[in-house]
């Protein structure tokens, strides 16, 4: 018996506009900015090296250039440090680098999430791969990826991630139709909609940003058109996989319905939310910033 080969690569789009984060986009990658001390795109990189990844496409554009250096070493920096003996940061600093072996890929026109995807297609080639939105973090010790590579190794295809949103919400994703399995977290995608209205929404399961893809995604994205908004919509090519009747085991897709906490940091509510939030669980300055925190609310 062939043993499935283990999950290694993952891609991570970090092209688009932040068109939400103007004008601070207009030369910093939203990506970039930072949660406390460490740009959100790092803790989207740590949690897939949590979960086993060793080789990582990052799918850039233009204005990207920080992004890339923050993955490479800085010798100026190092040597700076190491003359002052400053270990710790010399370790922080060096870190990024060290993460996983990192390549890029170009996205020449932001044409949409499904179109930065087929960007990596001879990068990955037959393989199956993860797919991390760079924008969107999700705590390493919930060990979603691996829950998600399990399952896919159980009923092979693709998985995605879900979590139910209430109503008002709904319109802001891509929306699944699903059939429940033998076990509860999990279920069968039978049909996918990209921002419905509530009226179209076929569930109140939305898609979040991880992705556990077959490479048969590839020959679908090179057929699929502009969807909502104009762009190369990935959901649109998952809901041909889903909406596949042939019962491969290729197109196959499945949903992980996840309760636990994640950070929408690709909007400037969710990017506050998620800075104050993940700010009072540091161990260096939370205590302090939690005690700030009760005296400005109460004296709001
Ligand atoms: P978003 O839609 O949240 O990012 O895509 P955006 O387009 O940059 O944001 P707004 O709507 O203009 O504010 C989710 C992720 O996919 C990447 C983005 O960089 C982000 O991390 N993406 C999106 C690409 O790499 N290429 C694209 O063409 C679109």
Same mark, same amino acid.
């Given at each position: 018996?062939?043993?499935?080969?283990?999950?290694?690569?993952?891609?991570?789009?970090?092209?688009?506009?932040?068109?939400?984060?103007?004008?601070?986009?207009?030369?910093?990658?939203?990506?970039?900015?930072?949660?406390?001390?460490?740009?959100? *795109?790092?803790?989207? =990189? +740590?949690?897939?090296?949590?979960?086993?990844?060793?080789?990582? $496409?990052? /799918?850039? #554009? !233009?204005?990207?250039?920080?992004?890339?250096?923050?993955?490479?070493?800085?010798?100026?920096?190092?040597?700076?440090?190491?003359?002052?003996?400053?270990?710790?940061?010399?370790?922080?600093?060096?870190?990024?680098?060290?993460?996983?072996?990192?390549?890029?890929?170009?996205?020449?026109?932001?044409?949409?999430?499904?179109?930065?995807?087929?960007?990596?297609?001879?990068?990955?080639?037959?393989?199956?791969?993860?797919?991390?939105?760079?924008?969107?973090?999700?705590?390493?010790?919930?060990?979603?990826?691996?829950?998600?590579?399990?399952?896919?190794?159980?009923?092979?295809?693709?998985?995605?991630?879900?979590?139910?949103?209430?109503?008002?919400?709904?319109?802001?994703?891509?929306?699944?139709?699903?059939?429940?399995?033998?076990?509860?977290?999990?279920?069968? *995608?039978?049909?996918? =909609? +990209?921002?419905?209205?509530?009226?179209?929404?076929?569930?109140? $399961?939305? /898609?979040? #940003? !991880?992705?556990?893809?077959?490479?048969?995604?590839?020959?679908?994205?090179?057929?699929?058109?502009?969807?909502?908004?104009?762009?190369?919509?990935?959901?649109?090519?998952?809901?041909?996989?889903?909406?596949?009747?042939?019962?491969?085991?290729?197109?196959?897709?499945?949903?992980?319905?996840?309760?636990?906490?994640?950070?929408?940091?690709?909007?400037?509510?969710?990017?506050?939310?998620?800075?104050?939030?993940?700010?009072?669980?540091?161990?260096?300055?939370?205590?302090?910033?939690?005690?700030?925190?009760?005296?400005?609310?109460?004296?709001?």
């Amino acid at each position: 018996m062939n043993t499935p080969k283990p999950l290694r690569k993952a891609v991570v789009p970090v092209a688009g506009l932040g068109t939400r984060f103007l004008p601070v986009t207009k030369a910093t990658p939203k990506e970039m900015l930072p949660i406390v001390d460490r740009p959100v *795109i790092q803790y989207v =990189v +740590e949690e897939a090296v949590a979960a086993g990844i060793t080789d990582l $496409l990052f /799918v850039t #554009g !233009r204005a990207k250039r920080a992004l890339e250096d923050h993955f490479d070493y800085n010798g100026e920096l190092e040597r700076m440090l190491e003359d002052r003996g400053d270990l710790e940061k010399l370790a922080a600093v060096r870190g990024p680098a060290q993460l996983a072996r990192i390549h890029y890929a170009r996205q020449g026109t932001p044409a949409g999430l499904g179109h930065a995807v087929l960007c990596a297609q001879s990068h990955i080639g037959d393989e199956n791969f993860a797919v991390l939105l760079g924008d969107e973090i999700i705590p390493s010790d919930e060990n979603v990826l691996k829950k998600m590579f399990a399952i896919q190794e159980q009923y092979g295809g693709s998985v995605l991630l879900l979590k139910k949103v209430p109503p008002s919400e709904i319109s802001r994703y891509g929306v699944a139709a699903v059939k429940s399995t033998n076990e509860s977290s999990i279920v069968e *995608i039978t049909d996918l =909609v +990209e921002k419905p209205s509530l009226t179209d929404a076929p569930s109140d $399961l939305a /898609v979040l #940003g !991880r992705y556990v893809l077959n490479p048969a995604i590839f020959e679908i994205l090179l057929n699929t058109k502009p969807g909502k908004g104009g762009e190369i919509q990935l959901t649109d090519a998952i809901q041909v996989l889903a909406r596949d009747s042939s019962n491969s085991s290729d197109t196959k897709v499945h949903g992980l319905v996840y309760q636990g906490e994640r950070f929408d940091t690709g909007e400037i509510f969710g990017y506050l939310t998620s800075t104050v939030e993940l700010a009072t669980r540091r161990e260096d300055i939370g205590v302090e910033f939690k005690d700030w925190l009760k005296k400005f609310v109460q004296g709001l």
